[in-house]
């Protein structure tokens, strides 16, 4: 039998070799000092005292109405029997006696200790009303106070600079809110006033970057740092940071649409064939792309693409259209006099027009111009150049605006607050008058005309790799061994190898990947998809396992992996005893490892999100996600640390991905097939990059491997599924460095990562594991670590329905008070972030222990403001609040500026180690 306890802990070989150079730190703008001229201390202290008096007033509830019940019976002096039976239950409903000398009377029959103690309790009990009616005035005169100190936070120029991006008509309502008297708001002034704070907590407590609202930086590994962090303390200073604007790509498509749309400027348009194309004697086969413009009123604008693979039956001018352009380009125009001039009699002018304009809207012709390289240094500059090349005086034009709209962008960096807001104006009028050029009567207006990163200078933050060697990096190694079970990715690239199989058997091949797209989804894939949308992996705590249509051992090796980690978690739990961590083992990592399938993998690409604090005296990590790896994590801010044309960070990671590319294979980037959303904007870092049917590369040419140059083959050592290019006679592996989610892209990039090393796991180890609250009032559990790696933070569930009657609706003191009480009881900290669950969850639903409803939101429960947000959030659940300790506590935050201030950090790196063997 196996020793576990004898096992050395997997450590990766070489941090230095399995992580790039380089890793990101995030961190907020305002150092978390910021924060607490907001705290209510006057209101809380009043709290306390009326807290600590209802404790005495519950001790005597415990001991003192029994005493006087030995009184009551057989008193005949109805008037005292009656006084002290009102007194008992006074007592016991801790309440001041209405009458105060019918009860004084009543106390002389009793003994003096006796009739003395309750003399004290009517004094206490007249104190503690006294006192809590005190509290209106004591709230009423300090919210003044911190409702200006919320002003003059919310006035600050990063937080003015992140909300005029983030949400524009707050920004126009805040200077009303800010010329308010603090001690009289309106009803719309509290609205904005929420808003905005809601805003303040983002930037202080969490770091999610956009705009000023948080600053990224780039990290070094280096032999010369102190500890696994290492922040100099005098780039934590708002002026250190360097604003990095782009404009929004999605206004490009517009035009690119509005192009499309006019028959006056299509004319001068070149257009090819689509690439990918296939044909035999009745049809020809190609991929259709289209194109779903998104909301022009969110922050985030993004476009989505279907795809599917049509058929155009051949006819005379079909076959003429591809013999005249074959593999080259040409304009609209010249096209149609080309196909017309073939059969002048039976091919009017007009007639090839609008069969042209067809087979562009069936996207069996494209237009390269109007495709965005997602690559360029400044695209929109580069999109500009390629317009202007059209030589013909609209596209001059049109060239002009958007470099035009370039230029003011060039200006935001260094712009106040107020001159950005007039740049931001500017840049919709430029845009009007430019979409109005082109044809477009009444332009759609974007939200979002500018993104910004903002970052701190190269070189400020460090780490040393002796540090991660010798300690973090072995648990990291260690949690990598159980991601698996929670990889959303790993169950779809199952269904890809069994339909494989299937199909061609285990040793087959097939060369054909557009119609292996198309079967697949048409044959599988489109109901696996819908029944993976609706199926709940738990009923009643118990893991259902996964519908296995192949019959393949793998899937029943996932959910047998499943069921392992649940009960090594209830194991443990079992026996736990309730204080402090619940520390898993090696025995443990083991024990869920070893029940997972060998998939043949090459590489285990990971990337944490992690922060980094001093916990219970040690420098420690906690977990906040998983994600893949390859660099990643690096690719939407190429831009920011590529300043005077630095390219050391592209370099290095280029290097770095070279150095772990497995032998006999390469990487090749797919873009997702999105070029109009800033967040795939980046840097070229793969040596190769994969061009499906209907898109356009701007790669060299011996640098792009066409869809069509690339075989499904097995692995005959592993079995494992595998891309092989013909051209090159070597694997390729798939490399996506995008943001958006697998299942938001088209059909032939999402079976593409069914190829690529990509981890996508959401670490869950309690659901099936804690039991559901049920009808208790409060639930939750235990923070879960592993070495010095958090894993879990701690957790306190409700439901908004368990609340003290009237919590919930309640204002000013009164409403401090509540929520003091609550969490005294229960014994939650100061400082926590609260999720609500979504409305109409399912009734049923059994695994509510997982923190899974959306993004947290921070608590002071000693601020006034936090708890106003609390209160709407806890009034809009359906049936779950979800509270999570903060963690790292402030007092342990290593980053600090040099007077001392503390910031709210998180770092992401990525360790692309070799996969696991058994």
Not at 42 to 47: C, D, G, I, N, S
Not at 623 to 649: K, M, P, W
Request: net charge negative; proline share 5%.
């Amino acid at each position: 039998m196996t020793n576990l306890s004898a096992l050395a802990r997997p450590r990766i070989s070489s941090v230095a070799k399995s992580t790039p150079p380089h890793f990101m730190f995030r961190v907020a703008p305002l150092p978390w000092e910021r924060l607490q001229g907001l705290a209510f201390s006057r209101t809380v202290a009043w709290a306390d005292v009326v807290l600590d008096a209802e404790a005495r007033l519950d001790d005597a509830a415990r001991t003192l109405p029994d005493r006087v019940q030995e009184f009551i019976g057989g008193q005949e002096d109805d008037g005292v029997r009656h006084a002290l039976i009102n007194l008992r239950r006074d007592i016991f409903n801790a309440r001041v006696p209405r009458d105060i000398e019918a009860t004084r009377a009543a106390l002389a029959i009793l003994p003096d200790g006796l009739a003395g103690d309750i003399l004290e309790w009517i004094d206490l009990a007249q104190q503690t009303r006294d006192v809590r009616r005190s509290g209106a005035d004591v709230f009423r005169a300090e919210l003044p106070l911190r409702r200006a100190a919320l002003q003059r936070l919310i006035a600050t120029p990063v937080l003015r600079s992140g909300i005029l991006l983030a949400s524009p008509s707050l920004d126009e309502a805040i200077p009303r809110y800010l010329a308010a008297d603090p001690a009289s708001l309106s009803k719309r002034a509290r609205r904005i006033e929420r808003s905005a704070s809601d805003y303040v907590y983002r930037t202080v407590c969490k770091t999610s970057p956009f705009s000023t609202l948080t600053d990224v930086a780039l990290g070094d590994f280096s032999g010369d740092a102190g500890g696994v962090l290492e922040v100099d303390p005098e780039v934590l200073d708002s002026q250190a940071a360097r604003s990095n604007p782009r404009l929004n790509m999605a206004m490009l498509a517009r035009v690119s649409e509005a192009i499309l749309a006019s028959d006056e400027h299509l004319v001068d348009l070149p257009v090819m064939v689509s690439r990918g194309w296939t044909s035999d004697r009745r049809r020809v086969r190609y991929m259709r792309r289209q194109r779903k413009v998104g909301d022009a009123d969110a922050a985030m604008t993004l476009d989505t693409f279907d795809e599917n693979v049509f058929f155009l039956a051949h006819s005379d001018i079909v076959d003429d259209l591809f013999r005249v352009l074959g593999d080259r380009m040409m304009t609209m125009g010249r096209l149609q006099i080309a196909l017309h001039s073939q059969l002048p009699h039976d091919r009017p002018l007009d007639d090839v027009w609008h069969y042209l304009r067809h087979l562009l809207r069936l996207n069996l012709l494209t237009a390269p111009v109007l495709t965005m390289d997602i690559h360029a240094a400044d695209p929109a500059v580069h999109f500009a150049d390629r317009i202007a090349g059209l030589e013909a005086p609209w596209a001059s034009t049109l060239s002009s605006d958007i470099r035009r709209m370039t230029d003011l962008v060039g200006t935001y960096a260094q712009a106040s607050v107020d001159e950005r807001r007039l740049i931001i104006r500017d840049l919709h009028s430029h845009y009007d008058a430019m979409m109005r050029g082109i044809g477009v009567q009444q332009p759609e207006r974007l939200r979002t005309v500018v993104y910004e990163d903002s970052a701190l200078p190269r070189g400020s933050v460090r780490a040393s790799l002796d540090a991660w060697e010798s300690g973090l990096s072995g648990d990291f190694a260690s949690l990598a061994r159980i991601l698996p079970v929670f990889d959303s990715l790993t169950p779809h690239r199952l269904m890809v190898r069994g339909f494989f199989d299937a199909r061609y058997g285990a040793r087959g091949t097939c060369d054909d990947i557009v119609k292996f797209t198309h079967d697949f989804h048409l044959d599988v894939y489109d109901q696996y998809l819908r029944y993976s949308a609706n199926r709940r992996p738990f009923v009643d705590n118990e893991y259902q396992d996964q519908e296995n249509w192949f019959k393949m051992d793998e899937v029943r090796a996932l959910d047998e992996a499943r069921r392992t980690l649940v009960r090594a978690m209830r194991s443990r739990y079992a026996a736990h005893d309730g204080a402090g961590d619940l520390v898993l083992d090696d025995a443990f990592v083991e024990e869920v490892a070893a029940a997972l399938p060998d998939l043949g993998d090459r590489l285990d690409p990971r990337a944490y999100f992690g922060q980094i604090g001093e916990i219970d005296g040690r420098d420690r990590c906690v977990l906040n996600r998983t994600y893949t790896g390859l660099s990643l994590l690096f690719s939407r801010f190429h831009h920011c640390f590529a300043e005077s044309g630095d390219t050391s960070l592209v370099d290095a990671l280029r290097e770095h991905l070279r150095s772990i590319t497995p032998p006999g294979a390469v990487f090749a980037e797919i873009t997702g097939g999105y070029d109009t959303s800033n967040l795939n904007l980046h840097s070229v870092v793969t040596p190769y990059e994969i061009v499906c049917p209907g898109e356009v590369s701007f790669r060299d040419t011996d640098e792009q491997l066409p869809v069509e140059d690339l075989s499904i083959v097995r692995d005959p050592s592993c079995g494992r599924l595998l891309l092989r290019s013909r051209r090159l006679d070597v694997e390729v592996i798939p490399v996506y460095l995008g943001f958006l989610m697998p299942m938001a892209l088209p059909e032939m990039q999402r079976l593409l990562l069914a190829f690529s090393q990509s981890r996508i796991a959401s670490l869950d180890l309690w659901t099936g594991t804690d039991e559901p609250l049920g009808g208790g009032e409060i639930g939750g559990h235990p923070r879960v670590r592993l070495g010095d790696l958090v894993l879990v933070r701690r957790v306190w569930k409700t439901d908004p329905a368990s609340l003290p009657e009237g919590l919930l609706g309640a204002d000013g003191a009164e409403r401090m008070l509540g929520w003091r009480r609550w969490t005294r009881r229960h014994g939650l900290p100061r400082y926590v972030f609260v999720t609500p669950d979504a409305a109409g969850g399912d009734e049923g639903e059994g695994d509510d222990s997982a923190v899974r409803f959306g993004k947290p939101q921070f608590v002071d429960f000693e601020d006034h403001f936090c708890l106003d947000i609390l209160d709407q959030l806890a009034q809009r659940a359906n049936r779950r609040l979800v509270f999570t300790e903060m963690l790292p506590v402030p007092e342990s935050l290593p980053a600090r500026n040099a007077a001392g201030e503390r910031f709210v950090s998180e770092i992401t790196f990525e360790f692309n180690a070799p996969a696991v063997t058994r």
